[in-house]
């Protein structure tokens, strides 16, 4: 275990004997399922729920020889940018005392920062992979959408997520995004990526000379002063290493996280109905009518923000709510794909903060969720654009906390993300 | 207040709908912080209805029996089980 609760389970899974990451060890997020490991979601749900199968890509990281050497905290089903929600106690930054470490892959950033694990996978449903790499001055890559396989991932918003890798450097996590990608023939929305030279490592050769970067205005306004400050400062390196940068409007984004929200609860209110003591979870063993019995093991398992985004989402798909909410977020959405594709013609990528704000302190989201959920205005667009980013330490506020670059690419273009990126990690 | 406040029974009324049991303090909780959250939503109507044609093809493959997890092992997570019918404790006896 570890003094900032990185872990969930310590249990160690020992991959083959060779593979491209022999000897490596590569933590893995407690929502990716393990076979013979208990796999909880970060909550009590699923406290001693044991997966009968592995996931696809934790198939992979055996193939290649990974050892997994435990299963990561998290906030409860990837629901929090804080990695608070965790029914397992939440987890701190091991680089900034006293501050959270993003989430909700939190425990995936922080095994890694702490240099507890070489590597981990975590997954992104709208920033969960990038915001505690951000927070805990590690690399993080949400992979386009469809590239990695989500079998055994237990689903959030399906429409939105991609399982990823942090890593220390940007090579190591193109070497992790390697092992995971590609078609697999139990998730139908994978695709094989087209064909491009060499290896997602081979990419991270620094080479940003003549990359043309625009920078979304949107996503600097309202961004706390000193995160600003360290971004300019990352470009400025960029730009003395070669590349051109220019500003984009995308006036799109500035309505994204409300449909990000909207979408992403919506979808969360229909996938967490498995959740119910009978399929799934702890019954608490009630008699009488099953729906009562249902409700109150859901109350049982669940902890407040699960609940507040599954009665959100119950609402927004209600008879009466449906075209006003849900309707209108997918409008958002297409928006938002349109608005990326064209920025994208004349831009190589796009580079904002990952986070609008340095790490939180610990505790103070957690009574405002509206706070919480703004504070996912820079990743939550490239979620429902299907883009891959990725975010790479851009340097430290004055204070001292890390602060996240994302840098976002056409559809399939990891490559040109973890080119951009290497150049700065 | 704004129109988009919420009444408490609106809120036990969509937990009905979710089957999720609240406490009377969360119902109250939860009250004031939709009405917040609800009124952000509220910028989406703002959003140009826009044109979705996602050029997206499905997937098939043959319907055949393959090699799959046993009954025994799909069902390891059930505490309980009923010979054709398999539950958790209390509902299956």
Not at chain 1, 168 to 177: D, G, I, R
Not at chain 1, 182 to 208: C, I, K, L, Q
Not at chain 1, 273 to 300: I, P
Not at chain 1, 339 to 353: C, K
Request: net charge negative; aromatic share 6%; proline share 6%.
């Amino acid at each position: 275990m570890t003094d900032y609760n990185g872990y969930v389970t310590t249990e160690r899974i020992e991959g083959s004997d060779d593979g491209p990451l022999a000897g490596r060890t590569v933590a893995v997020k407690d929502n990716i399922s393990t076979e013979g490991v208990r796999t909880t979601c970060g909550s009590k749900m699923l406290e001693d729920y044991v997966p009968p199968y592995d996931a696809t890509v934790v198939e992979r990281l055996k193939d290649a020889g990974a050892t997994i050497p435990g299963k990561t905290n998290m906030d409860e089903f990837g629901m929090g940018t804080t990695t608070e929600t965790s029914a397992y106690g939440p987890v701190e930054n091991p680089v900034a005392e006293g501050r959270v470490p993003g989430g909700s892959s939190g425990g995936s950033a922080a095994v890694v920062a702490a240099g507890d694990a070489d590597l981990a996978l975590g997954s992104d449903t709208g920033g969960s992979i990038r915001c505690p790499a951000a927070f805990c001055g590690v690399v993080g890559i949400k992979p386009t959408y469809g590239l990695v396989s989500r079998y055994g991932l237990v689903a959030y918003a399906n429409s939105l997520e991609q399982i990823g890798p942090i890593a220390p450097t940007v090579e190591e996590a193109a070497q992790l995004l390697e092992v995971i990608a590609g078609p697999d023939e139990h998730d139908a929305t994978t695709r094989e990526a087209p064909d491009s030279e060499g290896s997602y490592a081979d990419a991270a050769d620094g080479d940003v000379d003549g990359l043309s970067i625009g920078v979304p205005t949107e996503l600097l306004d309202g961004a706390d002063e000193a995160v600003v400050e360290t971004f300019w400062d990352a470009m400025d390196d960029l730009e003395a290493q070669g590349a051109t940068y220019h500003e984009v409007d995308l006036p799109s984004v500035e309505h994204a996280v409300e449909a990000y929200y909207v979408i992403a609860m919506s979808e969360a209110s229909s996938n967490l109905a498995r959740f119910d003591g009978v399929r799934y979870g702890v019954s608490g063993g009630y008699e009488g009518n099953w729906n009562e019995s249902f409700a109150r093991a859901r109350e049982e398992g669940f902890g407040e923000e699960v609940k507040r985004r599954i009665l959100l989402g119950t609402y927004a798909l209600s008879a009466g709510y449906h075209d006003k909410y849900y309707k209108k977020a997918q409008d958002a959405r297409a928006w938002v794909k349109q608005d990326f594709d064209e920025a994208l013609e004349d831009a190589d990528v796009l580079a904002s903060p990952t986070m609008p704000v340095p790490p939180m302190k610990r505790g103070e989201s957690l009574e405002d969720p509206l706070t919480m959920y703004l504070a996912d205005a820079n990743t939550t667009p490239v979620n429902l654009a299907n883009l891959p980013a990725i975010s790479v330490p851009a340097g430290e506020t004055p204070e001292g906390l890390p602060v996240g670059l994302q840098l976002v690419g056409p559809a399939f273009g990891e490559r040109t993300v973890i080119r951009a990126g290497s150049a700065l990690a | 207040m704004s129109d988009n406040a919420v009444d408490p029974d609106e809120v036990r009324h969509v937990a009905d709908l979710a089957r999720v049991d609240l406490e009377d303090d969360e119902v109250e909780r939860f009250t004031e912080q939709f009405g917040d959250i609800l009124e952000a939503f509220e910028a989406l109507d703002e959003v140009p209805a826009t044109e979705r044609d996602a050029d997206l093809a499905n997937v098939m493959r043959p319907d055949e029996v393959t090699e799959c997890l046993s009954q025994d092992e799909a069902l390891r997570n059930a505490r309980v089980r009923g010979g054709a019918v398999q539950g958790a404790e209390g509902v299956v006896r």
